[in-house]
């Protein structure tokens, strides 16, 4: 199931009550053809990875959402875990130790356009 998301208060309690799961959040608008083609890839994929919680939030309808998560165009998804949205560094600090060389965090776990087959990859991936 693909929870509509209209808020932040909405979109922080949603990421809470996710826990230790996988996030994905689709930033789509109802005027974007390709947001309307993957729409029901992405709620299929909602069936199929029961462990994994996904969330639409259409950008015309949430403004300040899309503003606080900066989305640029659509369809964009991101992904989150433990309320955090997932990053290069998120990933891998566990396993190397920041030596404070400037080591930028880079959101490489959000990326736009409505390519299903990357998009299930990258579930498959961080699961």
């Known amino acids: 199931m693909v929870q509509i998301i209209k808020d932040m208060d909405e979109f922080s309690r949603f990421l ?3 826990g230790c799961k996988l996030v994905v959040v ?5 005027w974007c053809g390709p947001c309307k083609r993957i729409y029901p890839l992405v709620h299929a994929m909602s069936l199929q990875y029961q462990n994994v919680m996904f969330a639409n939030v259409d ?3 949430s403004k300040e959402l899309a503003q606080t998560c900066h ?3 659509v369809p ?13 560094y998120s990933r891998i ?13 880079e959101p490489i776990f959000e990326f736009c356009g409505a390519d299903a087959q990357k998009l299930e990859v990258k ?4 699961m």
Not at 26 to 30: C, I, N, Q, R
Not at 76 to 88: E, G, R, S, W
Request: hydrophobic share 40%.
């Open 71 to 73: 989305i640029r165009s």
């Open 123 to 126: 579930i498959q991936e961080l």
């Open 59 to 61: 950008v015309d309808d």
């Open 76 to 88: 964009t998804f991101q992904m989150f875990k433990q309320t955090q949205k997932v990053t290069l």
């Open 93 to 105: 600090k566990r396993a190397i130790c920041c030596n404070g060389n400037g080591f930028m965090s």
């Open 26 to 30: 689709e930033f789509s608008a109802k």
């Open 16 to 18: 809470k009550a996710a």
